[in-house]
């Protein structure tokens, strides 16, 4: 499996016959070879390996977010999609929030921000109850032990504590476990989450409904939250069900590509491989000026469409035939010029939802991960906490930090993403998979809220258009085109091993360049197992921008 077209970094893709883990710690991959070991799935390998990544990655994962997962292979009947995602607070209200001081938007972090129930335990549940071989309690142990006796603080984490050292400062039960002695722990350090140990003890012991949704951890987050701001109750948690819902698909140069449906932003996705679809990618050369240039027009025009519809489909029937048509990329794609930028902010949607309103850009922290087995199993996995650290506040003594996607409703009652009671919001969130002739040829994804469907998109050409190993295309040069962690402004940032003159030409052409790291985290941190069917191989590859390995058997 000889990939000669692109960089050689030395870092190779893993190549192995029987399993593959991927994600964003090392140690989350070694528990989900684990369990792929002991005789699991790649479903018991994913919980394992998600486990793990809530105790060992705590700034992007954790029991208090929301997952979405997409499951395929010989016995699945084509791709099946689990939404693992909780809606609104039956107490959430726009006038919940008003009569608490909150007129423009909902605040970001602190108890008001925790208002959505934390829905990536039961998709856990869904998930092992259709595919699991492995006893549930089993899957535990690892992300157990790594909270009990504790685990050494990775670069990511070391870098993301000391940046948001002064936001953990304000909300004391954060400050007592991320900065003992009152400091951001560097890289190395021991962490240890003694409340955590003890909930992933009971989700072990008593299950995902009766521990977790039904039981005492609920209680004790809402006993904890509730008398402080946040409006989830027990009943809010005992309502909610992930569910197994209907993926959404395009073609793209003779491939089936499968993404998540609304809440998420997977139709973005698609539509930028529909625009790109009718440029001849190869053509232009990796790393070059056309190349970055048409990557970042095809996201502008996508994006506008989703700014315009994304939320709940419960609530507003958001047109997606249309948005993923072909004749509609067609038609799209003529706003493209290839010696001008278009200015992101002042491109039309293709189709009108109403009104013309504040759309702001979404943030977000996340793990993506991936894992296959042995009898063709496939599983393409991501979970999120929405902003490092989520809300910024634990549920009492659990150790759970929750999530503040629900921070992302507007306020606005003419607002497609307006906040209702029982609603889930706009969601960045996307795992992908490709499949040739009906079969799993390609698992990925990545985190980082915009760079989601950017980074997806720069994957998929360089594998399909280039010629790629995964690790080359998970490697190569990456941008952001919008608002980065902490900017106010739409730019587009380019990793510096991106050449002066590159980035020169993309100047000229009017796009707004900003330069960061040679090897930028908030670039996102990608994975990805790709499936060679004729000789029965798993190549893996994991992101050198994080912490990650690919580990194969």
Same mark, same amino acid.
Request: negative net charge; charged residues 20%.
């Given at each position: 499996?000889?990939?000669?077209n692109g960089?050689?970094?030395?870092?190779?893709?893993?190549?192995?016959?029987?399993?593959?883990?991927?994600?964003?710690?090392y140690? &989350?991959?070694?528990?989900?070879?684990? *369990?792929?070991? %002991?005789g !699991?799935?790649?479903?018991? #390998?994913?919980?394992? $390996?998600?486990a793990t990544?809530?105790v060992?990655?705590?700034?992007?994962?954790?029991?208090g977010?929301?997952?979405?997962?997409l499951?395929?292979?010989?016995?699945?009947g084509?791709?099946q999609?689990?939404?693992?995602?909780?809606?609104?607070?039956?107490?959430?209200t726009?006038?919940?929030y008003?009569?608490?001081?909150?007129?423009?938007q909902?605040?970001?972090?602190?108890?008001?921000?925790?208002?959505?129930t934390?829905? &990536?335990?039961?998709?856990?549940?869904? *998930?092992?109850e %259709?595919? !699991?071989?492995?006893?549930? #309690?089993?899957?535990? $142990?690892?992300?157990?032990?790594?909270?009990?006796?504790?685990?050494?603080v990775?670069?990511?984490?070391a870098?993301?504590?000391?940046?948001?050292a002064?936001?953990?400062?304000?909300?004391?039960?954060?400050a007592?476990?991320y900065?003992?002695?009152g400091?951001?722990?560097r890289?190395?350090?021991r962490?240890?989450?003694?409340?955590?140990?003890?909930?992933?003890e009971q989700?072990?012991a008593s299950g995902a409904?009766?521990a977790?949704?039904?039981?005492?951890?609920?209680r004790?987050?809402?006993?904890?939250l509730?008398?402080?701001?946040?409006?989830?109750?027990?009943?809010?948690?005992?309502?909610?069900?992930?569910r197994?819902?209907?993926?959404?698909?395009?073609?793209?140069?003779?491939?089936?590509?499968?993404?998540?449906p609304?809440?998420?932003?997977?139709?973005?996705?698609?539509?930028?491989?529909?625009?790109l679809?009718?440029f001849?990618?190869?053509?232009?050369?990796?790393?070059?000026a056309?190349?970055?240039?048409?990557?970042v027009?095809?996201?502008?025009?996508?994006?506008?469409?989703?700014?315009?519809?994304l939320?709940?489909?419960?609530?507003?029937?958001?047109p997606l035939?249309?948005?993923?048509?072909?004749?509609?990329?067609?038609?799209?794609?003529?706003?493209?010029?290839?010696?001008?930028?278009?200015?992101a902010?002042?491109?039309?949607?293709?189709?009108?939802y109403?009104?013309r309103?504040?759309?702001?850009?979404p943030d977000?922290?996340?793990?993506?991960?991936?894992?296959?087995?042995?009898?063709?199993?496939?599983?393409?996995?991501?979970?999120?906490?929405?902003?490092?650290?989520?809300?910024?506040?634990?549920?009492?003594?659990?150790?759970v930090?929750?999530?503040n996607?629900?921070?992302?409703?507007?306020?606005?009652?003419?607002?497609?993403?307006?906040?209702?009671?029982?609603?889930r919001t706009?969601?960045?969130?996307?795992?992908?998979m490709?499949?040739?002739?009906?079969?799993?040829?390609?698992?990925?994804?990545?985190?980082?809220?915009e760079?989601?469907?950017?980074t997806?998109a720069?994957?998929?050409?360089r594998?399909v258009?280039?010629?790629?190993?995964?690790?080359?295309?998970?490697?190569?040069?990456?941008?952001?085109?919008?608002?980065?962690w902490?900017?106010?402004?739409?730019?587009?940032?380019?990793?510096s091993?991106i050449?002066?003159?590159?980035?020169?030409?993309?100047?000229?052409?009017?796009?707004?360049?900003k330069?960061?790291?040679?090897?930028?985290?908030t670039?996102?941190?990608?994975?990805?197992?790709?499936?060679d069917?004729?000789?029965?191989?798993?190549?893996?590859?994991a992101d050198?921008?994080g912490?990650?390995?690919?580990?194969?058997?």
């Open positions: 499996m000889s990939h000669s960089p050689r970094t030395g870092r190779p893709p893993v190549l192995a016959p029987r399993g593959m883990v991927c994600t964003p710690h140690l &989350a991959s070694a528990s989900g070879l684990d *369990a792929l070991r %002991r !699991g799935s790649a479903v018991d #390998a994913a919980i394992a $390996a998600n990544l809530c060992v990655y705590p700034h992007m994962a954790g029991l977010g929301d997952g979405f997962w499951i395929a292979g010989p016995k699945t084509g791709v999609a689990l939404e693992a995602s909780g809606p609104a607070a039956l107490a959430a726009r006038d919940y008003r009569e608490r001081g909150c007129t423009d909902i605040p970001a972090r602190g108890p008001l921000a925790a208002l959505t934390p829905g &990536a335990v039961d998709g856990w549940r869904l *998930a092992h %259709r595919h !699991g071989r492995l006893p549930w #309690a089993s899957l535990f $142990a690892d992300a157990i032990m790594y909270a009990r006796d504790g685990m050494a990775s670069r990511s984490l870098d993301w504590l000391a940046a948001d002064t936001i953990l400062r304000q909300f004391p039960d954060m007592r476990i900065l003992p002695g400091r951001p722990q890289e190395g350090a962490l240890m989450q003694a409340g955590l140990a003890d909930t992933f989700l072990a409904r009766a977790f949704y039904e039981g005492p951890i609920a004790r987050i809402c006993d904890a509730g008398p402080v701001g946040s409006p989830l109750r027990p009943d809010d948690f005992a309502r909610y069900q992930a197994w819902v209907s993926p959404i698909a395009t073609t793209y140069r003779g491939h089936e590509v499968v993404q998540m609304p809440s998420t932003q997977g139709f973005a996705a698609l539509q930028i491989l529909n625009l679809e009718g001849d990618v190869a053509g232009w050369g990796d790393g070059t056309d190349y970055y240039h048409h990557m027009e095809a996201v502008k025009v996508a994006f506008a469409d989703r700014d315009e519809w939320t709940d489909p419960d609530f507003v029937d958001i035939k249309t948005l993923l048509s072909k004749d509609y990329a067609a038609r799209r794609r003529r706003l493209i010029d290839a010696g001008q930028a278009l200015a902010d002042q491109i039309e949607p293709g189709l009108r109403g009104a309103l504040d759309r702001r850009g977000g922290d996340t793990v993506y991960f991936c894992a296959s087995d042995a009898d063709g199993l496939v599983v393409s996995i991501i979970q999120s906490i929405y902003h490092d650290f989520g809300a910024a506040v634990v549920g009492g003594d659990t150790g930090i929750m999530q996607r629900g921070s992302f409703f507007s306020l606005d009652e003419t607002h497609p993403n307006r906040l209702e009671p029982g609603k706009f969601h960045t969130i996307i795992p992908a490709m499949l040739k002739d009906g079969k799993p040829v390609l698992a990925y994804g990545t985190m980082g809220g760079g989601q469907p950017q997806q720069a994957m998929l050409t594998l258009d280039f010629g790629y190993d995964v690790q080359q295309a998970i490697e190569a040069p990456r941008w952001l085109m919008g608002r980065t902490g900017m106010a402004s739409r730019d587009l940032w380019l990793e091993r050449s002066d003159e590159t980035a020169r030409e993309l100047r000229l052409r009017g796009q707004p360049v330069m960061v790291g040679r090897w930028d985290g670039l996102g941190h990608a994975q990805a197992i790709r499936i069917h004729a000789t029965g191989l798993f190549e893996g590859g050198p921008r912490d990650g390995a690919a580990m194969g058997f």
